[in-house]
């Protein structure tokens, strides 16, 4: 089976997700990593065994890929996406999609015209609890959702962003606990609701932090064009990072989920549950917040640019949440 040649533009926290994953796939080769810290970078490429590059340019121009991983700062996500389209280069990109709605469209449409694969990290859909409730509402065995809600209380303190030069800012983050912490839970939601969105009333502030001047609490309704309501409450000023809590109200039965685990009781008095899997892989230092299907997700990604199956997460399905997470920052007033 041939080998797909890859690099992981950004080396910082989060890429130890796709380095491990890379190295533990069948259907990839790493062979180069790139970085703007030159330290950073070669500390990877020796690890690995690849070259290191401190200019994605050069490593596009330089290096016969089929993909990019990209784990940058959110605002240049759109960009380095679009300068690998136009070398005919796959991207799977950490979410978000951008910092802007209207470069994320573009960056897609630019995909789609130089025919190459777009896909957005969003590891927290691989989950076995989402996969069960997911699988539970398509079957139509919960009925029509009425109502949902997602809990989520975790710490990010001070001194977690001052040791960022971009963390907690608007023109680089785009945000604070609604674009990087609660996205996931809010694209859960927004996946299995599965429609579009009417209204979206919603307010941030920010309660607790000194250094940086980005939302750390926000609390919403979003109300879906097939009737669901949604309330979503987020902040960022807890002790610890306690586990998210999503919950339906459905036509057929109650659901409680979270990453790990997912409890279903129906009507009828039948219940079911799913639990994360023993965690086979070992990603040296990343974050249980993360979550642990990083693997799955990458893996997929590559079975697509093979050809062995269609892409789940493409840069059009991500565009929905995107859409999503854009329209509460516009509503909640804070965004400068």
């Not at 960022?236 to 036509?251: T, V």
């Amino acid at each position: 089976m041939r080998k797909l040649k890859v690099a992981v533009i950004g080396c910082g926290r989060v890429s130890v997700m796709h380095f491990v994953s890379i190295a533990q796939s069948s259907r990839a080769e790493l062979v180069a990593c790139c970085d703007i810290k030159t330290e950073r970078a070669n500390a990877v490429a020796n690890k690995y065994g690849v070259k290191a590059y401190t200019d994605y340019v050069a490593l596009l121009q330089n290096e016969k890929l089929d993909a990019v991983h990209i784990c940058l700062p959110h605002y240049l996500h759109s960009k380095v996406a679009c300068a690998a389209f136009s070398v005919g280069v796959a991207v799977l990109c950490e979410k978000p999609m951008d910092i802007d709605y209207e470069r994320a469209v573009a960056a897609v449409r630019y995909a789609k015209e130089k025919g190459v694969l777009f896909g957005i990290v969003s590891q927290c859909r691989y989950n076995n609890s989402a996969q069960l409730v997911k699988r539970a509402v398509e079957s139509d065995r919960l009925g029509k959702i009425i109502s949902a809600r997602s809990t989520l209380t975790w710490t990010r303190s001070d001194g977690y962003y001052a040791e960022s030069d971009w963390k907690g800012t608007w023109d680089k983050e785009g945000g604070g606990v609604v674009i990087d912490q609660a996205i996931h839970s809010i694209d859960l939601v927004n996946w299995i609701v599965n429609s579009e969105v009417e209204n979206v009333s919603c307010s941030m502030a920010n309660r607790g932090h000194k250094i940086v001047h980005v939302e750390d609490s926000a609390e919403g309704l979003i109300t879906y064009k097939n009737g669901v309501k949604y309330g979503f409450y987020c902040m960022n000023n807890y002790g610890c990072d306690e586990p998210i809590e999503i919950r339906l109200y459905c036509e057929k039965g109650k659901v409680v989920f979270g990453y790990d685990d997912a409890y279903i009781e129906y009507n009828d008095g039948t219940k079911e549950e799913a639990h994360q899997d023993e965690n086979t892989v070992e990603y040296e230092g990343g974050k249980d917040y993360w979550g642990f299907q990083h693997a799955r997700q990458i893996e997929q990604f590559y079975k697509a640019c093979l050809g062995e199956e269609a892409l789940e997460i493409s840069g059009e399905e991500a565009l929905k949440t995107h859409a999503l997470i854009m329209e509460i920052y516009k509503k909640g007033g804070m965004k400068p």
